[in-house]
C-alpha cells in the first residue's frame, strides 16, 4: 500500500501557473505508475496524467499535453503536476492516485489504480 498526501493548491487566477505536489509513502516501489486524476464538481474522476515510475515515461489524457506536465523525483518520492495557463474550467480537485501491486500498464480508467490520496483542490478565478 502506497501512502498518497497531494499540496500545492488554492485560488489562482486564469492564466497562472500552478504545480502540485504529492508525496508518497509505503511500498512506492511496488508501483508502475502513479498518475494525477481531477474531478470537477458533479463530473467523474478523469485522468490527467500519469508517469512511470522507474523509467519516468509520460501519458496524458485527451487535451491534456498542452497545458500539464507530469513528473517525478525518485529520491524524494514525490509526484508532480504542473499546469499552466489556467482557465476557470480546470477547476477541480486534483487526485493524485498510485497503480496497484502486478498492474504492469497505464490505464485511463481509475481502474488498476489502488491507492489514492484525499485531494487537493485547485480554484482557477477569471
Known amino acids: 500500500q502506497v501512502h498518497l498526501v497531494e499540496s500545492g493548491g488554492g485560488a489562482v487566477h486564469s492564466g497562472d501557473s500552478l504545480t502540485l505536489s504529492c508525496a508518497a509513502s509505503?511500498?512506492?516501489?511496488?508501483?508502475?505508475?502513479m498518475a494525477w486524476f481531477r474531478q470537477l464538481l458533479g463530473k467523474e474522476r478523469e485522468f490527467v496524467a500519469a508517469i512511470t515510475w522507474r523509467g519516468g515515461a509520460t501519458y496524458y489524457g485527451n487535451g491534456m499535453e498542452d497545458r500539464f506536465t507530469i513528473s517525478r523525483d525518485k529520491d524524494r518520492s514525490t509526484l508532480y503536476l504542473q499546469v499552466n495557463s489556467l482557465k476557470p474550467e480546470d477547476t477541480a480537485t486534483y487526485y493524485c492516485?498510485?497503480?496497484?501491486?502486478?498492474?504492469?500498464?497505464?490505464?485511463?480508467?481509475?481502474?488498476?489504480?489502488?491507492?489514492w490520496g484525499r485531494g487537493t483542490q485547485v480554484t482557477v478565478i477569471s
Open positions: 509505503g511500498r512506492t516501489n511496488d508501483s508502475y505508475a
Open positions: 492516485a498510485a497503480t496497484s501491486p502486478g498492474i504492469g500498464a497505464v490505464s485511463a480508467s481509475t481502474v488498476g489504480f489502488g491507492s
